[in-house]
């Protein structure tokens, strides 16, 4: 009975001793083919180039619903918020090309709307492999579909008299302008408060941008100009203050005008209030302008 | 101690190292993040680079494409493009797409040869 329950036990320890080995090769020394892994598993660094070359892609093919399924092979938690982040990233390295498009395609997103992309292919029938989702191809014209004109040269015979052509000067058309494609709807401002708090630097002009979901945008360029200069900034550059933010140090005793490059009103006539400390001092105040898409 | 024992003894032994095996190789493998390109399975690396080629399709930058696919390593970027090409006409691809992936295969591998 005793050398029964010592086999026992040593047969139970054998087994345990057997699967820690084995569970040690197959987690630690020899884990299973790191092949065929999903894309959220990749690196945040690949992870951002594989949402950047999304967003080129949309931009070339204006593909929305083939963009959404790629994106969700990232796993985001929340998808707009990942791209608005990395445009911010880009702007910061001056990747504005790539910043513009994730921009678009988060916009995009964001409005779940006929969204104009910067370029757009004609729509073909066929139905696409990964995602179900219709690719977007201009077939090129087959050699036969093109005609050819030959054209001969005419022989001069002698005696042959030639008569002169008279060759009118008729004015080249000049060259129309493209229209560029917009983001939606021009932004309104919807407030312009000015703002005395002691605590902010001098001068202090707040922008926040937000999208007509009362989302903040970032990426967003924003012009502003006085009598003797003008300077241009991105919103987003400081997200612990939202991703729409941006501000700016107005010049004392200047007037300022600011508008969004994508299309705004204009606040006009900003010239940083004079305001006073509760001990009477004097300092200059700011503003802080929202401008919002209807 | 008898033999047959130490056969048991053995035996419980290797029993144990296959199920430890089979545990953590297939029923809960180990889950691996912060992965490189490479490893993508051959569907998503296919649609990759079919998203550079949708991209290079109106950009017409072939060193702006090479750049996009040089994420997945040391083979050079027509090699990277003709693979996903054979993976695209092998998998059923619409032919739109194989004529993508097909007009950029032939924009690296002339832009390669103006490189070499």
């Not at chain 1, 139905?127 to 191809?137: E, F, H, K, L, Q």
């Not at chain 1, 983001?183 to 312009?192: I, M, N, T």
Request: net charge negative.
């Amino acid at each position: 009975m005793k050398r029964s329950l010592w086999l026992f036990l040593t047969l139970l320890c054998a087994l345990s001793l057997g699967t820690g080995v084995g569970l040690s090769y197959a987690w630690v020394v020899s884990p299973r083919s790191l092949t065929d892994s999903q894309p959220a598993a990749l690196r945040s660094d690949f992870k951002d180039q594989f949402r950047a070359v999304i967003a080129a892609s949309y931009a070339a093919t204006g593909n929305l619903p083939r963009a959404q399924a790629r994106l969700t092979l990232l796993e985001d938690s929340n998808p707009i918020e990942a791209l608005n982040a990395q445009a911010q990233r880009a702007i910061a390295v001056g990747e504005f090309l790539q910043a513009d498009q994730i921009t678009a395609l988060a916009l995009a997103l964001e409005n779940e709307a006929d969204f104009p992309a910067p370029f757009s292919l004609p729509p073909t029938s066929d139905a696409s492999s990964p995602g179900n989702i219709d690719s977007t191809v201009t077939p090129f014209p087959s050699p036969d579909a093109l005609s050819f004109v030959f054209t001969g040269t005419p022989e001069i015979v002698a005696g042959q008299t030639i008569e002169a052509t008279v060759i009118l000067n008729t004015p080249t058309p000049r060259p129309t302008r493209t229209p560029m494609p917009t983001y939606g709807a021009p932004f309104r401002l919807v407030s312009q408060e000015a703002v005395c708090n002691p605590n902010l630097p001098d001068g202090l002009l707040q922008i926040v941008v937000y999208n007509s979901s009362r989302r903040q945008l970032a990426g967003v360029k924003v012009i502003i100009t006085w009598d003797t200069g003008g300077e241009e900034f991105f919103t987003g550059f400081k997200p612990e203050l939202g991703n729409g933010y941006a501000d700016f140090l107005m010049l004392p005793d200047t007037s300022h005008a600011v508008q969004l490059a994508l299309g705004s009103e204009i606040a006009v006539n900003l010239v940083p209030p004079v305001c006073q400390t509760p001990g009477g001092d004097p300092y200059l105040g700011g503003y802080k302008l929202t401008f919002q898409q209807p | 101690m008898k033999a047959s024992n130490l056969f048991l003894i053995l035996f419980a032994f290797l029993l144990g190292i296959s199920a430890g095996l089979a545990y953590g190789w297939f029923i809960d493998p180990v889950d691996f993040y912060d992965l490189t390109p490479d490893t993508l399975r051959a569907d998503y690396k296919t649609d990759y680079v079919l998203m550079t080629a949708e991209a290079y399709r109106v950009e017409q930058d072939p060193g702006s494409a090479a750049r996009r696919l040089a994420i997945f390593g040391v083979q050079s970027p027509s090699t990277i493009a003709t693979e996903a090409l054979v993976y695209a006409r092998a998998n059923g691809f619409p032919e739109s797409d194989i004529a993508i992936l097909q007009e950029l295969v032939t924009a690296l591998q002339a832009w390669s040869g103006i490189r070499q």
